[in-house]
């Protein structure tokens, strides 16, 4: 004997495939952006520094927080500020950086 297939299975059966082969596709593309931004970091891992930055730029580059950036900055004098934008001089925050090293 045969097993009768109701329409309402088969209807339900069709939109759980359907859902699983969105969320694998998600999945897939999810993880392809991941390798790519993995690419990025590998072939250019810092931007590349200019002779001033801001305080988020800074922050990114050097890998220290904010307020880290913002207090080092002025002890070193490297802070310019125009108007309500805050530029550091990356020459001189270096330089000062470059003090602390241990000898």
């Given at each position: 004997?045969?097993?009768?297939?109701?329409?309402?299975?088969?209807?339900?059966?069709?939109?759980?495939?359907?859902?699983k082969?969105?969320?694998?596709?998600?999945?897939?593309?999810r993880?392809?952006?991941s390798?790519s931004?993995?690419?990025?970091a590998?072939?250019?891992p810092?931007?590349?520094?200019?002779?001033?930055?801001?305080?988020?730029?800074?922050?990114?580059y050097?890998?220290?927080?904010i307020?880290?950036?913002?207090?080092?900055?002025?002890?070193?004098?490297?802070?310019?500020h125009?108007?309500?934008?805050?530029?550091?001089?990356?020459?001189?925050?270096?330089?000062?950086i470059?003090?602390?090293?241990?000898?």
């Amino acid at each position: 004997m045969r097993a009768r297939i109701n329409y309402q299975d088969v209807v339900t059966y069709i939109r759980e495939q359907e859902n699983k082969n969105r969320r694998l596709a998600r999945k897939e593309e999810r993880d392809k952006e991941s390798v790519s931004q993995a690419k990025k970091a590998i072939i250019n891992p810092q931007k590349q520094q200019s002779k001033y930055m801001r305080i988020r730029e800074a922050k990114e580059y050097y890998c220290f927080g904010i307020t880290t950036i913002r207090k080092l900055a002025k002890e070193a004098g490297a802070t310019i500020h125009i108007g309500k934008c805050l530029l550091i001089d990356t020459e001189i925050f270096e330089n000062y950086i470059d003090s602390f090293r241990d000898e």
